[in-house]
């Protein structure tokens, strides 16, 4: 039994594009998407794996994909350890669950990214202007504050790392003003869904970020969706507005390493096994509560 996986090179696959934490090949007109157990903090991938995160995301992803698909179409064609390409079938135990086959994209260039509390850029833009991408708020606001309606905020997509947020003026300029309005309108109607589903279940999704694509002309959406990589999860029980919040998942990684002094200089430190755990233990219990199914590091 594989409990984690952080480098497996597909040998005989095109590479589409290696991340910080998932490995994606190019089979024509799908891809093959591979969550690995790698664990970035401050933007750096640390030396560790976290065992079963890919898993997880993967899983999580697909729960949020299936729970959704009425409200938007979304890519994915299978997690059915059957469908992998011959050429992966040698490492299907390594690959099962940490997976997704997905119809390739004609990829929208915009991170679609909605706010439902004042935090992050977000929250330094309130803070300098009472307003977020150009969305006058409410005085008074403090950090972490809900808003009373969640704010669509875009960056332009930038593949280099560093993500640019702009004025819904310029995504219109970049994408046309009719595109603007459906992305808009379809990342706010996920968000609201999936946070109101989320908090009933202990989980406050302070904001997330949702990528969109064409397939075969209907707008499709793509890449992972509502997990703690791209989103800010915190802890229902947890939450007080006026102050920064823990995230919900690698709130003890990011504790340690600043203890260390670490000056966020790959390199990064190398982490003892109990906070590997404890990061571990914190995206199970995220995927439980919100599931609601235990996560078993094997299939029964
Ligand atoms: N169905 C799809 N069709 C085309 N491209 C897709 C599809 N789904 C996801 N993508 C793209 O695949 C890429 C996956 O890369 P990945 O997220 O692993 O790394 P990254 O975004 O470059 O870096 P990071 O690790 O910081 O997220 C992204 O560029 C994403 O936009
Ligand atoms: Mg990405």
Redesign the pocket.
Known sequence: MTTYLQELVLEGLPL??R????D?YDLGDN?LMVATDRVSAFDVVLSEPVPNKGAILTGMSTFWFELTRDLTPN?VVSTDVCDLPEIATPFRNALDRRFMI????E?IDIECVVRGYLAGSGWAEYKQDGAVCEEPLPAGLVESSRLDKPIFTPAAKN?S?HDENISIARMEAAVGKELTDQLKNASLALYGFAERYARKRGIIIADTKF?F?FINGQLTI??EMLTPDSSRFWDVNLYEAGRPQDSFDKQPLRDWLMETGWDRNPPAPSLPASVIQATADRYRTAFERLTEMEFTSNRG
């Open positions: 589409f594009r991340g910080k934490v998932r994606t891809l890519h997905v119809k390739k994209a990829r593949d790392g990528e694509g793509i890449d």
